[in-house]
């Protein structure tokens, strides 16, 4: 700890701090995602861009960029939208800017390791200046960096005449950086926490004390809006794909997921077989009627309703989990404590009511010890087993209803006393959901914000090596903890033979990061009951064309394949945990697309991995994405899949918007499929209502080029065909 902070009120001030701190050359770590202060970030980048005397060496992560339109059409739509959703006010990363631009000065470097997804392919100083390394092993890695500056952006809450403070959106690696440089002897940084007045503030071992940071800043330069994701849409595909996943989640176990629509339809998958059963279980024989997915979940999962709930464990805190913790789904508490996490595993006791025998379970359990010391007295106050104010005496405990308990519980008299006290209480310091980092959208940083009491408490930001391993003298606990553990996470193509690429292209190129996804492949096969499962979809569109993304072999591997274990797709479950080569290649043949199978089968066989009489049975044929929209399509089962589940933070006009530009954008992919849509909308005249209400929100109401007429014309035909 460092004293009392320099309590700053501009940024130039805190700049000006940061030099005189760190001399001519910084090496500035700073929090990934949300947790970045963009403006003292500008600030430090243009005062090093502007003299070649300095030197910026920024260290961080997943560095959150706008979306940016590639075409004109797309431009005339995201622009207004991105406007409207983050304000005028959203500073963007000019080194962001500038390294897309090819502009980033020599004396900058940002070296990364985790990126937005494909936002840096072909940007050569991101490529190069990319570090490719395990989530867990950051705070390891950057002490050789010899950091010595650290920002990040915290909350803080007034309370009762002192100001609290939190790292609230990222507390994952700052707090190991430092403990592991103090370890190696290395100069501590300057650290300055970059106070936001609306960034959520989030307690446990996310707040820190005020002489955590070397200087605090509190300008209202910082008071933009936060980077919030916008609310994705979920197609049919994916939407069978979350089903096929939500069936491998038990009742009782752990949930960590990750972001995107992947996740998002898993989420609403599990909200739905809790919320409406019947419709998920019909839902789920119509997407696998047409598949060879066999008891895949019947031994690893389950369908029923969600009676205990889960407790979620996960790198990232997101939408997906304030959903299921609405919906009474994520609810199962950890405590920090072997002997009560014990007891709760094996039923001695439930958290929500103790029951009138509960200090003899205890007892018995050793959750309750042969005699009360102090330390004995502090644990049973803190975990709610004994009330706040009970006094330790010399010889009884004093109950702040004048009451008394005897300190030695190894007769059957005094537990008979514990058990009169302890019967109807509830547990305390109970964790649903514990994270890393959170990002998410608006209506999620609201629902932080207003999070209280019990549901407050629950929610524990942490150090990332707490969350993405069971490493540092807590296997056991995070064991039970972690029980039926379910570790979710997308990638982008897998192998025959079970290895997934999820990060990088084979030439080196890389599309975001390994992350944390190797930790939790690797803590699924060291948990007792845990397991990993990589989710993608069977296709992906290129030029036109379909590809696979189930291969026989590909040139870069994330995950190797004897680490295989789940895989899903829309198509259904492949369990390849200790099987054989031949067994692993039939279980993703039968979740592959049809279009390919007979390929990637052929493949296998010339390498004498599959045996030369094997056929594709017949209902492997069926995997197409026209039977999956069709199923989903039958009866009420439509009203249950809507393109946004959750909401969107389009208008009216651009959600119809939407179908027409998405199929224009698959057309574009074509150039002849394109010419022959338009050669069709100049020899018709497509009618649709509200047409020039459309067109004004695209600034297409009065073309004046021959280019913007042949748009208008594109977009109003696509218009009524979407209908």
Not at 205 to 234: G, K, Y
Not at 286 to 305: D, F, K, N, P
Not at 533 to 552: F, P, V
């Amino acid at each position: 700890m460092n004293g009392n902070p320099d309590m700053l009120t501009s940024v130039d001030a805190c700049v000006a701090r940061i030099f005189a701190h760190a001399g001519a050359a910084l090496r500035v770590a700073a929090p990934l995602g949300l947790g970045k202060p963009n403006v003292l970030l500008n600030a430090l980048y243009r005062r090093v861009a502007d003299d070649a005397a300095l030197r910026l060496d920024l260290y961080t992560a997943l560095s959150l960029a706008r979306p940016e339109a590639k075409s004109d059409l797309e431009r005339r739509f995201v622009e207004p939208f991105l406007a409207r959703h983050f304000g005028a006010d959203y500073p963007d990363l000019a080194y962001v800017a500038a390294q897309k631009a090819g502009t980033l000065p020599a004396n900058v470097r940002v070296h990364e390791f985790y990126m937005q997804s494909g936002a840096m392919l072909g940007v050569e100083s991101a490529q190069r200046d990319y570090a490719s390394m395990n989530y867990t092993h950051v705070a390891r890695d950057l002490v050789d960096r010899e950091i010595n500056v650290i920002v990040q952006l915290i909350a803080a809450r007034e309370e009762a005449g002192r100001i609290r403070y939190s790292l609230a959106c990222n507390p994952d690696v700052t707090a190991d950086l430092l403990d592991r440089m103090q370890a190696a002897g290395a100069p501590r940084p300057y650290v300055v926490g970059v106070v936001h007045p609306d960034l959520p503030f989030v307690g446990n071992e996310a707040e820190v004390a005020a002489d955590f940071f070397d200087a605090l800043l509190f300008d209202h330069a910082n008071r933009h809006t936060l980077f919030a994701l916008p609310r994705a849409s979920i197609d049919p595909v994916e939407y069978a794909l979350g089903l096929h996943a939500s069936t491998l989640v038990r009742d009782g176990g752990t949930l960590q997921i990750g972001i995107g629509a992947l996740s998002d339809a898993i989420v609403h998958a599990l909200l739905l077989r809790q919320s409406d059963n019947a419709a998920y279980r019909a839902a789920l024989d119509a997407v696998s009627a047409q598949t060879a997915e066999g008891s895949v979940a019947a031994r690893i999962g389950e369908l029923g309703a969600f009676a205990t709930g889960l407790y979620g464990a996960s790198e990232m805190v997101m939408d997906g989990f304030m959903h299921l913790a609405k919906a009474g789904v994520l609810k199962r508490r950890v405590y920090d404590d072997q002997a009560l996490e014990q007891a709760l595993e094996d039923g001695s006791i439930m958290d929500t009511a103790l029951h009138a025998h509960a200090a003899d379970a205890l007892y018995a359990r050793g959750a309750l010890g042969p005699f009360i010391n102090k330390a004995e007295w502090a644990r049973l106050v803190r975990f709610g087993l004994l009330p706040e104010g009970t006094q330790l005496g010399f010889t009884a405990l004093q109950l702040p209803d004048g009451g008394s308990l005897p300190l030695d519980l190894s007769n059957a008299d005094a537990r008979a006393q514990w058990n009169r006290v302890l019967a109807g209480r509830t547990l305390r310091e109970g964790r649903y959901l514990r994270g890393a980092f959170y990002l998410g959208s608006k209506d999620f940083y609201a629902w932080l914000h207003g999070l209280d009491g019990a549901d407050f408490d629950g929610l524990s930001m942490t150090r990332v090596s707490d969350i993405n391993q069971i490493y540092g003298g807590r296997e056991s606990l995070d064991a039970l903890q972690r029980r039926d553990a379910r570790f979710f996470n997308t990638c982008m193509m897998a192998t025959l033979l079970g290895a997934a690429t999820s990060d990088a292209l084979e030439n080196g190129q890389v599309v975001s990061g390994v992350g944390g996804q190797y930790n939790f492949v690797a803590m699924a096969h060291a948990l007792t009951g845990g397991r990993s499962i990589l989710l993608l979809r069977s296709t992906r569109e290129r030029g036109g064309n379909a590809e696979s993304n189930i291969l026989w072999n590909y040139g870069h591997t994330t995950i190797p394949r004897h680490l295989r274990d789940i895989y899903v797709t829309e198509y259904g479950t492949a369990d390849l945990r200790g099987k054989s080569d031949e067994d692993c290649i039939i279980a993703m043949l039968a979740i592959a697309d049809a279009r390919f199978q007979d390929r990637l089968a052929n493949q296998a066989k010339a390498a004498g991995k599959l045996r030369r009489d094997f056929t594709i049975p017949a209902e492997w044929r069926r995997n197409t994405k026209k039977n999956l929209v069709d199923a989903l399509k039958r009866g009420d089962l439509a009203a249950h899949f809507p393109a946004f589940p959750f909401g969107s933070d389009f208008d009216a006009d651009e959600l119809r918007l939407l179908p027409a530009l998405g199929k224009l954008k698959a057309l574009s992919a074509s150039k002849l499929k394109l010419a022959s849509f338009l050669l069709k909308s100049l020899l018709s005249s497509p009618q649709v209502a509200d047409a020039e209400i459309l067109m004004t929100r695209l600034n297409l109401q009065y073309p004046a080029t021959v280019t913007e007429k042949l748009t208008r014309r594109l977009v109003l035909a696509a218009l009524a065909g979407s209908r």
